[in-house]
Structures are given as C-alpha cells and as structure tokens.
C-alpha cells in the first residue's frame, strides 16, 4: 500500500513570496490533516479535513495560509506571503477511521 | 486546553542500555495515547499506542502503559539498538477526536 506523498520535499523561498505544498494521502482515507512542526517542537495541527469539508481549522492563521481539498482526495496547502517564522516543516497525515494517523515525509520550508 | 510534556532530550545512550523516556499529560476526559518514532530523512511512524487505562501498547521490544493515576505514559525498552537511534514523539488525542497533540519529542542517540 503506498503512503502519504508529499511535494516537494524542501523549498527555500524569500520572504513575501507565497508557496504551495501538494498532499496525496492512502487511497480511501477521508481524512486529511497539515500540521506545521517548527524546529525543536512537536507537530501543531493546522487543519483537517474530512473528505472536502474542513473539520478543524482553529490554529490556521487564515490571514495568510489557505488550504483546499478538491473532490476530497489531494490537499494543497499555501501560503501567500510568507515570513521568517513560517520556516518549518510541514507535514501531511491521512487516517481512514479512528486514530491512527498515517504521516507523509514532510516538506522541509526555508524563508529568508 | 490537553497538553503533553516530555523528557527533555538529547538522551545519548550505550547499545544494550535500557531506555526510558517519560511523558505525562493533561487532558480533559479519557484521551487516547501514542508514541510516535521519526527517523532521520522520514516521516513521523505509529510506534504503539493505548486506549484505555492500564492499556499496554507494545512494538518493535518498545513499551508504554497508559496510567490514569498518574496521567503517564513513559515508552520503555530492554535493550537498545543503534538502529533505535530517532526522535520520539508522544503525543495524545480524545475521545471523539482525532485531532493529535504531540509532545516536543525526544532525541535518542545509540552508540556502539
């Protein structure tokens, strides 16, 4: 079964400039998830989706990331523009039912 | 809010060594309990995890039992291996909702 695929897996980008990251998660999860995980921390949700709903979106800072889930398969991810602060690595988790969440690579970001 | 606290790292220790990493959490209701494992280049992997109290999760020679008394649970193994050598998250979620809440993990080094 293949897992969670993420692109690209780094990006370094100035600050200002907007990025967007891709999520393909297990085939048949309906449950998607972004979370952001700064260096030296653990991994804070960012949202999840259930199929293209969006469940949980509280810790999004909606003033400058957006996320989509189209026909509740792919998620992309972006932000637009970015700061130094947003350097972290972003991650990908999908889950079918219950609790186990499967997680992608990641996507390693650099604002300068 | 739920919040989850762990052993500070870097935890450097011989091949063979018993290995204990603590966490303990806060939460409201009966959460459910994780560990996960990311090791270098990949992402985050289920490495066990418990649902109830006095649960044992097990997994690869690792260990956790969920203890309600003392709102703990600490990931243990007999024996480590250099191939052991990752970032440990523990992490927690609720009844009801998927949504995880991760520790600020714990980096174990194994030398030979």
């Known amino acids: 079964e293949a897992g969670v695929a993420q692109s690209p897996r780094y990006k370094i980008i100035e600050k200002r400039q907007s990025v967007a990251f891709w999520c393909n998660p297990i085939?048949?999860?309906?449950?998607l998830y972004w979370y952001q995980q700064i260096l030296g921390q653990g991994p804070k949700l960012l949202i999840q989706f259930q199929n293209n709903g969006v469940v949980d979106d509280s810790q999004l800072p909606k003033d400058r990331f957006s996320a989509e889930r189209l026909k509740g398969v792919d998620s992309t991810l972006k932000i637009q523009p970015a700061k130094l602060e947003d350097s972290a690595v972003y991650l990908c988790a999908s889950s079918s039912s219950g609790e186990t969440q499967y997680f992608g690579p990641g996507t390693r970001l650099l604002v300068l | 809010g739920n919040s989850v606290t762990q052993m500070e790292g870097p935890v450097t220790l011989s091949e063979e060594a018993f290995l204990t990493i603590n966490c303990t959490y806060t939460?409201?209701?009966?959460?459910?309990l994780f560990w996960y494992v990311q090791y270098p280049g990949e992402g985050l992997q289920l490495l066990l995890k418990a649902t109830k109290a006095d649960d044992k999760g097990s997994n690869k020679g690792f260990e956790a039992t969920y203890r309600k008394e003392t709102t703990s649970f600490h990931l243990e193994k007999g024996s480590v291996q250099v191939s052991d050598s990752a970032v440990y998250f523990c992490?927690?979620?609720?009844?009801?909702?998927?949504?995880?809440?991760f520790g600020t993990g714990t980096r174990l080094t194994i030398i030979p």
């Open positions: 939460a409201t209701g009966y959460p459910s």
């Open positions: 085939s048949g999860h309906a449950t």
């Open positions: 992490a927690l979620s609720e009844f009801g909702n998927e949504k995880l809440t």
